[in-house]
């Protein structure tokens, strides 16, 4: 059959594209083969801090603090001179001059095949990368006081092991062997035992068993939800 011939946009088409893009909660930054701004959405203006006036017709280093890191920006550089697609994290400036942290993502704008530009959005994940580095200074402060801890203690979910401490790795050595698959098998074996109730008999694989006492107190670990077994 004959295939459809292409439909021209109409000035309604073009009306509705820039409504659309205008409305978008990213940074939506539309940049010709010169690297020059030719438009910004809104959301750009309220990212950055600068009118759309003070914005199109410079290019996209204004936005480049002098002191930030030259590999993520050579990277996106690299992409988008080769014709590829990029997304990436990179810092930024406001034009108050202070700096976050941006998601941006970059894809060429092609016409029949040819690449006439570039539309990149951005979004400001600084909340984000602040909330995880938290989260990992509260994990690595856990990690301090559990494995300081003398009594044995586990961090599990869903029947795995997410961490042992120092006295529960005692433990699994000196009645398996030092054997690091030895010793995480006979910590899985514990963890199978553990439940509602307050003592648990631990068999061994010498003979005989362990009574051992244990407090079960719900933990966010690692981002999911877990169990601290002591």
């Known amino acids: ?37 030719r ?18 017709g410079e ?3 204004m936005f480049r603090p002098q002191d930030a890191p030259n590999e993520p920006y050579a990277a996106m550089e690299a992409a988008v001179r080769g014709g590829a697609d990029y997304t990436g994290e990179i810092v930024r400036r406001r034009k108050d001059g202070s700096t976050y942290q941006c998601r941006i993502t970059i ?12 539309c990149a959005q951005h979004e400001d994940i600084s909340e984000q990368r602040r909330q995880l580095a938290q989260r990992e200074e509260s994990e690595l402060n856990l990690r301090a006081v559990l494995e300081a801890i003398p009594d044995i203690v586990l961090v599990h979910a869903e029947g795995r092991v ?51 006492e244990q407090r079960v107190v ?12 002591i």
């Open 107 to 118: 894809c060429p704008v092609r016409v029949d095949g040819t690449i006439v530009g570039f």
């Open 1 to 37: 059959g004959v295939l459809p011939t292409a439909k021209v946009p109409t000035p309604l088409d073009s009306a509705i594209l820039v409504a659309a893009l205008e409305q978008s909660t990213a940074g939506v930054e539309l940049v010709d083969l010169d690297v020059r701004i």
């Open 162 to 212: 997410l961490l042992a401490n120092a006295a529960a790795r005692r433990f699994a050595e000196r009645h398996v062997s030092t054997s690091v698959p030895a010793r995480d098998a006979f910590l899985a074996r514990l963890l199978g035992r553990i439940g509602e109730d307050m003592g648990v008999m631990l068999p061994l694989p010498s003979g005989g068993s362990v009574a051992l």
């Open 39 to 56: 438009w910004v959405n809104q959301a750009f203006c309220r990212l950055t801090g600068y009118e759309r006036q003070e914005i199109v």
């Open 59 to 61: 290019t996209p280093a």
């Open 218 to 229: 719900p933990v966010r670990f690692e981002g999911i939800a877990a169990t601290l077994s």
